[in-house]
């Protein structure tokens, strides 16, 4: 089993949804992590310097946005379904609605499809007001494959 | 001006001035007119997998987006500010752990209000590509024009 799975298994004792972005290099140097305060898996990305991408506006770059989608639908991949492999990313198309300011930025997903192999996945992601989201996505991901399937995580 | 002199000038407002850009290190390698080429060294901290030590798919993201925008740049003959509208990304393979990535974009259409751009990343070899990009960047969007949105007009290139 994966360190991620394992972690998995942890956090779903404890309740601490948190660290399940600890096993993930990746999510720890964004500051992105899952967190269910409020009863919802949401992702956060807590604002730091290093996510600016137009220091005129200023505004969050905005692949820093499709990569906190992408990590907010595998969180949501991970706790709300019955998954057995880490789900590996087969494609995402972001769309960009809003330019995102130098604050958090707070992301959730929900299961379009779920299918045998394959999951379609919406992600929206906004800032102080839920009701105005800076960026949505749909991604495609393989939750049951062999070993020389697609992608990365 | 050389093209020694012009990297140098798309390296600095492209990478060492955007902060994430400079976060992920990115490296300028080429720039001409519709067409732009980054690199990325692996780093521990952009693994998704630490048991393959495999990219996560954000920092090939970033790079993408980056790169289409540069791409996009080259085109306007006249400053402008610019915005990605949308960016789909196709995670062909994973990226060998450890090995530079590179992106090379094109951006192979523009009209007044939109710009279209198409990228791959690989290691090396165009036709065996890690991930493919297809992005749309809007133009002419709010806000005051930056160096890198006129490096188009400043370079002539």
Known sequence: MSALLERLAQVRKSGDVGRLAEAIPYARWMKIAPENGTGELLTRMRYHGDLIGNTFLPAIHGGTLGAMLEMAAIFHLLWETETETVPKIVNITVDYLRSARPVDVIASAKVTKQGRRMVNVFAEAWQDDRSKPVATANAHFLVKSSDDAPPSL | ?157
Request: hydrophobic content about 45%; some cysteine; proline content about 5%.
């Open chain 2, 1 to 157: 001006m050389d093209k020694a002199e012009r990297l140098a000038l798309f390296q600095m407002w492209f990478s060492d001035t955007i902060p994430h850009n400079k976060a992920l290190g990115l490296k300028v390698i080429d720039a001409r007119r519709g067409f732009a080429s980054m690199q990325l060294e692996w780093r521990e901290e952009f693994v998704g997998n630490p048991e393959t030590g495999v990219l996560a798919g954000g920092p090939l993201t970033a790079m993408l987006d980056g790169c289409c925008g540069m791409a996009v740049a080259t085109m306007l003959k006249e400053p402008m500010p610019f915005a990605t509208l949308d960016l789909r990304i196709d995670y062909a393979k994973p990226a060998t752990p450890g090995k530079t990535v590179i992106a090379e974009a094109e951006c192979y259409r523009i009209t007044s209000s939109v710009a279209f751009t198409r990228a791959f990343a690989h290691h090396g070899d165009t036709k065996d590509p890690i991930a493919a990009a297809a992005g749309t960047f809007m133009l002419g969007t709010k806000g005051q024009v930056t160096q890198a949105q006129s490096i188009g007009a400043e370079t002539k290139i």
